[in-house]
């Protein structure tokens, strides 16, 4: 399933979401307070197979639904919400209360397919993460790059109120746990030979109470999150990674392919530097 968070302009991106729910063999969800009929089954037109309708009176308020939600069903596989202040800001709300069940977590996505979202950064850097089969994307998407939908009055589909219960009424944000830190210690894994950003690197390890390392035969197992400097190595040469896996390259490499966030550009140092900053 690919939710659609349908409020704040989302209701634009039922095209896409129907396109990679075509590709993937899913239905689309799409996610509302609207209480008139008629815009209830223009969602439908726009792309979606379902309607949830959910009684909030502001914007906080889908946070223990949405949280909820995406724990309750096991077929969630995405959740697509209009990148802006106000829902990327609830993005990050949501992704505080569950963030053990998501991956990745990724604003402003100008580029959707099956497995991979990705995004342009200052000209010729480019974001890519990895879709998880195992958690839930939660992603905000730029909407002046993706096509608005085409509505078709014949599409048919359903439309349902949440179940009464389904979230307590003393619920509220505020019992939510705010967005914390990883306490877990960072490894930065450097490629052999990267001496001109061995410097950069430790310092980047040391500001998140961290360590570096070259990479090595001795190196087998990296728990924790890990950035993963200019590593050439084929898949079947890479330690294993248990935790969260970052990869920064000046060109693709192998290690993209199982990197949750990839970032190619030519200018590696830069890039270290403003993670400093």
Not at 130 to 150: G, M, N, T, V
């Amino acid at each position: 399933m690919i939710a659609v968070f349908s409020e704040l302009g989302g209701d634009g991106l039922l095209g896409k979401a129907r396109e990679l729910a075509d590709e993937t063999g899913d239905r689309v969800l799409a996610l509302t307070s609207a209480k008139e009929s008629e815009k209830q089954q223009k969602l439908i037109h726009l792309g979606a197979d379902e309607v949830l309708v959910c009684p909030v009176k502001d914007l906080g308020d889908w946070v223990p639904i949405i949280s909820k939600y995406a724990t309750s069903d096991d077929g969630l596989k995405t959740v697509i919400f209009p990148s802006g202040n106000s829902s990327n800001s609830l993005m990050g709300m949501i992704y505080g209360v569950i963030s053990e069940r998501i991956s990745p977590y990724f604003e402003d996505v100008q580029s959707l397919s099956g497995n991979e979202v990705a995004k342009n950064f200052e000209g010729s850097l480019v974001i890519q993460k990895q879709l998880s089969s195992e958690k839930i994307a939660l992603i905000s998407l730029d909407r002046p790059s993706f096509a608005e939908p085409f509505e078709d009055a014949m599409r048919f589909g359903k439309i349902k109120n949440l179940p009464e219960g389904f979230i307590p009424n003393n619920s509220s944000v505020s019992s939510f746990p705010e967005i914390l830190s990883n306490s877990k210690r960072l490894v930065v894994l450097l490629g052999q030979g990267l001496d001109s950003i061995a410097v950069l690197a430790n310092q980047l390890a040391e500001k998140y109470r961290g360590s570096a390392k070259v990479l090595s035969g001795k190196i087998e197992i990296i728990y924790g999150a890990c950035v993963a400097i200019e590593v050439p190595s084929k898949l079947r040469e890479l330690p294993e990674f248990r935790g969260e896996l970052i990869s920064i390259s000046s060109k693709r490499l192998p290690i993209n392919d199982i990197a949750e966030l990839s970032v190619v550009t030519s200018e590696v140092d830069r890039l270290l530097e403003n993670l400093l900053a």
